[in-house]
Every structure is written in C-alpha cells, then in structure tokens.
C-alpha cells in the first residue's frame, strides 16, 4: 500500500505538490519560505497555470476553515498574499477570483481573527494597479460586509474596536479599488452609498471631537492610526476628494439621512463637524453644490421643528464661510430668496403657534423662542452667504432684499394673511435686519452705483415710518453703505471734542461720482435727517446714528456746496428745537440741541476756519456753564437731568446763523446761500400725525413725484391756497383713496371674472379710439407744407393755406445751390 500512495503521490500535478510544500507539519512554524519561493518561480513561469493554483489554495483554505485549523488558513492567506503581489499577468484574473472567494470565506465566518485577516488581505488587492481589467468582478458582497464590520456590537470593547477599524479599512479599499474603474460597478450608486456614508459617520460620531482637523490633513502618526475616529475621518475626506462634480449629490444625500435619523441637527455640533469635513475635502469648484442640496433639505423640513431648521441654518452658515469667494454657484438670488423664505414661514409659526394653521396654545411659548433662534440664525447666515460675494453681486441682492420687504397696499411680497399686519412689521424688521448684514463691510468706489435709486428711495421712505425700530435700522444701513473708510465707529458716542485729531478720522478727496450723489440725492438725505430728529419715538440710538450720518456725510461725501447746506440743516435743527409749533418732548428738544452742537463743533474743525471755530466754542462753553443739558455729555446719559421745559433757551447759547455766515463768508464759502435759512421741502409723505403705514408713505410718495412732473406744473392754474382748500384736501383725501381703491377693485374683478368676448370688445374698442387719433396726427405730419409764397384770404377775413408742388416753390438765393 505504501508503494500505491507513493506512486499516486508522484502523478498529483506539479502545482499541487508545490502548494502542498509550502504547509509545514506544525502550523506555528509559519510558511516554508523556500518551497514558497518556488511556487511563485512556478507560477511566475507557467501563468496559465496561476489560475488553478488559486483554486486548489482555496480548496485548502475552505477545508481548513471547516476543521478549525486557523493556523495553516493564515499560512493559505499569506501565501495568497505573496502570489498576488507578484504575479501580473493577463491570467491574473481568473486567480483574484479564487483570492476573493477566500476572502468572502473569512469575512462571513464568526471568528473576529478571520474577518481581520480577510480584511487585511482585501486591503493588500486593492492597493495593487491591474494590468488587465476586469469586466465582471462584483464587490457588492464586500460594501455590505465591511458596513456590517463597522457597525459591530461584539462584546469585547478592544476586539469590537479591531472590527470596526477592519471595516473601515475594508471600505476604504473598496473605494480605491472602484473609484477610477469605469469597468467596475459604480461605487457612487445610491445603494452603495447608503451603505459606505452612514457607516463612516456612525464611527465618526461614537468618537466624536470638539474641534474639526485642519482643512489639509497631514500624515496620520502611529497613534493616531490606532483610533478608529481619524481612521474614519481619513477614510471619508479621500472618498469626498475622488467625488467627481456628477456624484457630489450622491455623496451628500446619505449625510443628510444620516443626521435626520439619528436627530443630530438639533445638536448642531456633529452636523456642523461633518460639513466641514465636507467642505474642506470636496474640489473647491463643486462648494456650490453641497450648499444648494442645504438649501433644498432646509426646503423640505419647512414644518419640522424650530431646532431642526435652526441646524441646518447654522450648518449653512459654516459652510458658507469655508466656501471660496463665489462658490454660491450661478444661482445667487435662489440662495436668498430660500432663506428668505424660511424667514417669512418662521414669522408666521412664530405668531400662530403652529405649522398648519390651527392654533395650539400649550406649545406656543417654547416654540416662539425657538422660532426667534432660527430667525437670528437665518440673518446671520445671509449676511454669510453675502460676504463671499462680488460688490457687483452683493448690489444685486440688496435690491433683491429690498424688493421682498412687504409695504402694505403696494407690494405685499413676503406678507402672510395669517400673520396679519404684527406679521408684516416682524417681516419688515427681519429683512432690514436682513439688509444690515448684507451692507457690513460693503465697500464701493462710486456711491451712484452703491446706492441706486431703486434702493436708495424706498429705503428712505421705511425712515419715515412711526416704528423706531424699522428707523433704526434704516439708519443703520445707511451708515454701512456711506462709511467707505471705517469712520462710523469713532461718531458712535456723541460728544464734543476740543481737538478731532485725536480721532484718527481718514479723509478722501471728493470723487467726481461722490459729486454727482450728492447732487442728486443731497437734497433727500438732509430731509430725512430733519424728520427723523423731529420724531416723539425716537431715543437715544436714534440721535446716535444721526450724528454719525451727519459726520459720515461731512467726510466722505462733502464739498464746499455739501458743506454749506450741512450748516444750514444744523442750524434749522436748532431752530426746529426751538419751535414751539412742534409737540417735542424735552428729552427730544434737548437731545437735538446737543446733535446740533456736538456736529458744529466737527464741522468747524474740519473747515479750519478760526473765526468759525472760534464762534462755536464760544457757544459750547457758554452752554457748559449755563445750560448744560443742551450738550450731548449731559443729555445721553442713563439718568439726564433736564429742565421741565426749554422756554428761556436764548441769546448768547445759541449758534446764530447771521455770525456763522458772516465768518464763513470771509473765507470764500457761498453767503447767500448760507443766510438762507434751511427749510425742508415738506410734501404729503411728510404727514407724519397722519400716516399709518409704509404703504401710505410710498402710495402718497408716487403722487407728490407725479404732481411735480413738469407737465403737470406748466398745465396747472395758479390756485389760490386758503385754509378751506386744506382742509377740503385732508377730508376728500381719504374719500377720494378709498374711490380709488374701489375702481382699481373693479378693474381687477373684471378682467377675472368677465368673459373673454366682453374683455375682447373692451380692448377692441380701445384700439379703434388709438387708431383714430393716430389717423389725425398723420394727416397733420403728412400734408404737405405751406407755400413761401404766402397765403390766401377766404371772403371772411380769414387766411386759408395753399398748397404749392415743390418745383413751384420759389425760394431765396441763399437757399439755392
């Protein structure tokens, strides 16, 4: 028997007898080197026979894993190893498959020592490059196993840890391995991505951090490769730096999954670490595109609680901030108008308690303050977003914001009916707010463009509002967009200043389009700096940033003109202080006093000129000695102690007009104007007892503008203006509105409910009227001209015209060529 096993042991095929050399007797002796070293000469020499050699290792391997023998299945592992990374040939193929069968035997065994030592071989494949590619090679198995590995719950903390790491690393290399094969199945399929992205986050978050790494990560040390978190975050930053601009969707979409499942929006913390990995890791040209699925995921959680959209705002507000300049992507205006949007919804959930329109009171406290987050949050993240921006584009969207502030009766743009008018002012002051982010650090070298009249007018006309707040903001923006050399925070506290040097102040020359702003729109700024210091509600803050306008105005904007008719506002202010037509409070008398003073006195230092400067001292310190409470030091204070009323405010503590224009004549500034004492060009916009709303200020606004036109003045009569006639007006002024209101009701209601044939006639009719009057106007261009010869006398006394042919006509010498 023994001479039979002997010969069939001599006729087994030369492979086998070399894959069986390479087991020693004793599995702890390891693999025999030198009888390994010939079976990769062998296999080396003979590739077709590579294949089958790759079969029989496996036929071991799954026999030995069977019988538990795990020493010689590491030893069939190795020697796998060996073969794979030396052996290139086009046979290869047919081998890896026999290497990936193996690896699939180990992985699904429940040994955790096997499924590391599949992985390990696994991740060994994926890092060799193919000579020859592979048309029918699958790694679904592995995307679903490795996943599986990440996610391991086995009861050993230290091996659990060894098997996730192993998943990791097994995901890993799945990704190097299919990433760049066109001939592999797409790795970025939704349902391998599924699988890849939440499995990473799941181990990303078990260990998560305070702070995100750097933007560029550097070599991981030993000690770091021990921690399955920088496993995590390495293996994610290089799937997300391979993603191609066609897969980023694919990539993202499961994050978001992943974070609304496990409600990790409302910690905010892990959501905002993961964008930031994101965001560093992606090519920079694709930013855009994970900020517009943001955009669309904020979109769909429209109803879900305050602190979930509140997340996702924040999360938009980082990755906006990492984004590169104009990353938003072509679509600049969708990006406002969705936050925009989120911003009106958030008014109306905050004011009806709830998200369908049924009231639900027990919830409306908390929900309210939530909602108020979330709105605080949606403004900081626009102003964000618009500080990535161009000035050009940056323009574009303050016009935009602008144009989505609801007025009441002109263009309720972002206004809700249930909310109501509460609604509307909310909305107001969440878009000016809105606004004052937008204009922070806005820097421009023409002030034509920066401030357009399309802004810059209905801007002014929210400044004449009876809201204090809505004002404050309006004056707020204005100080953004005229403060070009950061000026506006040293006019901040109003107080008078011996020596302004110690300010620091930059001063431009005036620029020629600085010239023509102010010519155009001078005029405007001056009267509603007066009306806005004639208004009750106004506090403190108010007469803050007035002062600062006033001062901006004079360094930035101002020539000798613009100079000149700053004067005369501060010294109608004083006389405004002074009227007794005007029901001022004290605290407002004074208040405007000391705004006057505290800006003569930087006015005549900027003019250095020594008389001028000399008179306005001279005034402030007798003031200080007399009347304090007309100085800004003791007015805008906590506490301000002022007199019950302002009767004996005379002589020598005023600035007088007469002096101002004597001195300032002498050193070449314009004295007529400056004897021509500043009164603001009142119009019915400025029925400020009155007016109720914004849309009454704009609607009375149009009418003065269109009363003015030239047409009308030349055509209108001279009238007589008694005090009947003026108050005729103010009565049929709200009749003659609600007329108005009614026809433009009727208009509407017409042409939507009216059928087509009527509406036809209707403008048939109309078209019938154009043609005939056109008809009379060609007949009087058309007919030939008069006759120089003359004219002819009808029987009447009447003079009739003749018509004469051209060749007729008799013309004077010096016409003729």
Not at 98 to 118: A, H, N, T
Not at 369 to 375: I, K, P
Not at 585 to 602: D, K, S
Not at 769 to 782: D, G, H, M, R, V
């Amino acid at each position: 028997m023994a001479g039979v096993c002997g010969c069939c042991g001599a006729l087994r095929p030369r492979y086998k007898r070399l894959v069986d050399n390479i087991f020693p007797e004793d599995p702890e002796d390891g693999l025999v080197k030198a009888n390994m070293e010939k079976l990769t000469f062998y296999a080396l020499s003979a590739p077709e026979k590579l294949d089958r050699i790759g079969a029989y290792l496996s036929e071991r391997l799954s026999r030995d894993v069977a019988r538990h023998r795990y020493g010689y299945v590491c030893i069939a592992m190795e020697a796998l190893d060996q073969l794979l990374m030396a052996c290139h040939c086009q046979s290869i193929n047919l081998f890896v498959e026999s290497f990936l069968k193996m690896v699939r035997k180990l992985l699904e065994s429940d040994k955790p020592s096997l499924q590391i030592l599949g992985t390990n071989s696994f991740v060994k494949f994926a890092n060799i490059e193919e000579d020859t590619p592979s048309y029918h090679r699958s790694y679904d198995f592995f995307v679903s196993r490795f996943s599986e590995m990440c996610h391991s719950s086995y009861e050993d903390p230290d091996i659990r840890t060894k098997i996730r790491m192993a998943g990791i690393k097994g995901l890993q290399g799945v990704v190097r391995k299919t990433v760049n094969d066109e001939l592999q199945a797409n790795i970025w399929d939704p349902q391998h991505m599924d699988k890849i992205v939440p499995s990473l986050l799941f181990n990303l978050q078990s260990g998560e951090r305070t702070e995100s790494r750097s933007p560029s990560p550097l070599q991981a040390t030993e000690k770091e490769k021990e921690s399955p978190v920088e496993l995590t975050e390495r293996c994610f930053r290089e799937l997300l730096g391979r993603a191609a601009y066609g897969n980023i969707k694919n990539a993202v979409t499961p994050v978001l999954m992943h974070l609304d499942n496990h409600s990790l929006w409302e910690g905010k913390t892990f959501a905002v670490r993961c964008f930031k990995i994101i965001m560093y890791s992606i090519q920079s040209q694709h930013s855009h595109l994970v900020i517009q699925q943001l955009l669309g995921h904020l979109d769909a959680n429209s109803k879900n609680s305050a602190t979930v959209r509140a997340g996702i705002v924040e999360v938009l507000l980082e990755a906006a901030a990492i984004a590169a300049s104009g990353s938003v992507g072509p679509t600049v205006l969708e990006v406002f108008n969705t936050l925009l949007r989120q911003l009106r919804l958030s008014v109306d959930y905050e004011l009806t308690g709830c998200y369908d329109g049924s009231t639900n009171i027990g919830t409306k406290i908390i929900k309210a303050h939530e909602e108020r987050q979330l709105q605080e949050a949606v403004i900081r993240t626009i102003g964000s977003f618009a500080n990535t921006l161009p000035t050009y584009q940056r323009s574009e969207v303050m016009l935009f914001i602008m144009g989505k502030i609801p007025v009441p009766g002109v263009h309720p743009a972002l206004s809700s009916k249930d909310s109501g008018p509460e609604g509307t002012r909310m909305i107001q002051v969440m878009l000016l707010k809105s606004l004052v982010q937008v204009t922070a650090g806005f820097d421009t070298t023409n002030m034509l463009t920066a401030l357009p009249t399309s802004f810059l007018e209905p801007l002014l006309s929210f400044s004449l509002t009876e809201d204090p707040e809505i004002r404050l903001l309006v004056l707020q923006i204005l100080l953004s967009l005229i403060d070009r050399h950061d000026n506006a925070p040293k006019f901040l506290n109003v107080s008078i200043i011996s020596d302004i040097s110690v300010l620091k102040l930059k001063v431009d020359k005036c620029s020629r389009q600085d010239n023509l702003f102010m010519k155009k729109h001078g005029q405007q700024l001056y009267r509603h700096i007066y009306l806005g210091c004639k208004e009750e509600s106004s506090g403190q803050q108010h007469y803050e940033a007035l002062f600062a306008l006033l001062g901006l105005l004079s360094m930035e904007l101002a020539n000798e003109e613009v100079v000149v008719d700053l004067i005369r506002l501060a010294l109608a202010l004083q006389d405004l202080a002074l009227s007794t037509d005007e029901a001022l409070p004290v605290f407002n008398r004074c208040a405007i006093h000391a705004v006057a003073a505290a800006y003569l006195n930087l006015i005549c230092q900027l003019t250095t000129v020594p008389a001028f400067c000399q008179h306005i001292h001279e005034v402030i310190e007798l003031r200080q000695k007399e009347t304090p409470y007309l100085l800004p030091e003791d007015v805008f204070i906590e506490n301000p102690k002022l007199p019950s009323s302002l009767e004996k405010v005379e002589g020598e503590v005023l600035f007088l007009q007469s002096k101002i224009t004597e001195v300032l004549g002498g050193s070449g500034y314009n004295t007529d104007r400056l004897a021509t004492p500043y009164v603001p060009q009142y119009t019915d916009e400025d029925r400020l007892s009155k007016r109720k709303s914004i849309g009454e200020t704009i609607s009375l606004q149009g009418e003065v503008e269109s009363r003015n036109s030239p047409e009308k003045e030349e055509r209108t009569p001279a009238e007589e203006i008694t005090f009947e006639t003026l108050k005729n007006a103010i009565v049929d002024s709200v009749g003659m509105e609600e007329q108005e209101r009614e026809r433009r009701r009727q208009v509407v209601e017409k042409f939507q409910k009216a059928p087509f044939e009527e509406i036809a006639a209707h403008c048939g009719a109309r078209a019938t009227l154009l043609q005939s009057k056109l008809n009379q106007i060609f007949e009087i261009t058309i007919r030939p001209p008069p006759s120089p010869s003359g004219t002819i006398s009808s029987g009447y006394g009447q003079t009739q015209s003749r018509s004469v042919p051209i060749y007729e006509m008799k013309f004077p010498d010096l016409c003729v060529y």
